[in-house]
């Protein structure tokens, strides 16, 4: 099946320093990227989706400014955590589905701790 | 908004029991249904997609069936084993093509 990665799989931080996430499709183009956030016991929230070329479009309640994200090949995109807090600390998990695909394939992750 | 709910939230069960997951969601207009496992700290795992207009798919020991018109999908795992310790979740695709996941169902099969 396809593979997706994500790095780092886990990183700390401060407070108030930006971190970046990188999440690739390694063996298909992913035509469209999702960025999820998956905190304690919870399940995942969708917080963002991309398609290569142009801008994210964010859910409900996040913040574009905040969690930047960048998707401008077919095979990467990126998730800024812009000044993070505490409240940050997640764990974040990207999918890709390529063109008119049914499925989506999941990246194994990126725990994020914010001191 | 489509809300998807998993019950039980944990289960217990000793090794070689067969055992049955729920799953439900509140809008009917799906595409599909699939089953994910997810192992403490890693990503998802798929385990089945059952399509809106297919009534169950089976892999190996895992059978998922949907009943969309009442809003319904149970995966059943039969004569389960230890390594099948996990968090099952099951996500429901809507019109935006987006994934509704739900709260998913911590399994722990006991040797």
């Known amino acids: 099946g396809a593979v997706v990665s994500q790095h780092p799989s886990w990183v700390i931080c401060k407070s108030g320093t930006s971190v970046k996430i990188e999440c690739r499709s390694l063996d298909f183009q992913a035509t469209t990227m999702f960025w999820y956030r998956q905190f304690p016991k919870q399940s995942l929230m969708l917080m963002a989706t991309?398609?290569?070329?142009?801008?994210?479009?964010?859910e409900q309640g996040v913040e574009k400014d905040k969690f930047l994200i960048n998707h401008a090949s077919l095979t990467l995109s990126t998730l800024t955590v812009t000044s993070a807090h505490p409240e940050d600390s997640s764990f974040y998990i990207c999918s890709a589905r390529g063109g008119s695909a049914d499925t989506q394939y999941f990246g194994p992750g990126t725990r994020l701790t914010v001191l | 908004k489509q809300e998807v709910t998993q019950i039980p939230a944990a289960l217990s069960v000793p090794e070689g029991e067969n055992l049955v997951l729920n799953c439900s969601f509140t809008?009917?207009?799906?595409?599909?249904l699939q089953w994910f496992r997810q192992d403490p700290g890693k990503g998802l795992t798929s385990l089945l997609l059952?399509?809106?207009?297919?009534r169950e798919q089976t892999s190996g020991r895992l059978n998922a069936s949907l009943d969309k018109s009442s809003g319904r999908s149970t995966l059943y795992i039969a004569a389960s084993q230890p390594g099948d310790s996990a968090t099952y979740l099951c996500a429901v695709k809507g019109g935006a093509n987006n994934l509704f996941f739900g709260t998913g169902t911590r399994l722990t099969v006991i040797p």
């Open positions: 991309s398609n290569e070329g142009s801008k994210a479009t964010y």
């Open positions: 809008d009917s207009a799906i595409y599909n």
């Open positions: 059952i399509q809106s207009s297919q």
